[in-house]
């Protein structure tokens, strides 16, 4: 049983940062990716990446967030730049592992002035 945690959510003013990271329980040598859903929306895809470092992201997010990772911690983390109000979304670690998928409590950040 695989556990995902998320920290470093919370208040921050449009065109602010905030760094959210995800330490899971063991290692992970799958794709890992954050997810978000903001209030009455589906939970979407923000941003991937794999073992070897290969990234993807929507494109509302393209060149203001950053995906990384630490094989060795078992850590994956996203860098959140130039926030816009539209950002406000809980967050949501995931991975997929041997066919089931593994979610975090989800994290709340919240871009309002």
């Known amino acids: 049983q695989v556990q995902l945690v998320e920290s470093g959510g919370g208040l921050v003013q449009p065109g602010g940062s905030l760094r959210l990271s995800c330490a899971a329980s063991?290692?992970?040598?799958?794709?890992m990716a954050w997810f978000r859903q903001a209030p009455g929306k589906q939970r979407a895809l923000v941003a991937s990446?794999?073992?070897?470092?290969?990234?993807n992201y929507v494109d509302s997010v393209k060149g203001r967030f950053t995906i990384s990772r630490d094989n060795a911690k078992s850590n994956v983390n996203l860098q959140m730049n130039s926030l816009k109000p539209e950002d406000t979304a809980v967050y949501y670690c995931?991975?997929?592992?041997?066919?089931?998928?593994?979610w975090g409590q989800g994290t709340q950040v919240t871009v309002s002035s």
């Open positions: 995931y991975a997929q592992v041997a066919g089931t998928d593994y």
């Open positions: 990446i794999t073992r070897g470092g290969i990234t």
């Open positions: 063991e290692s992970i040598r799958v794709t």
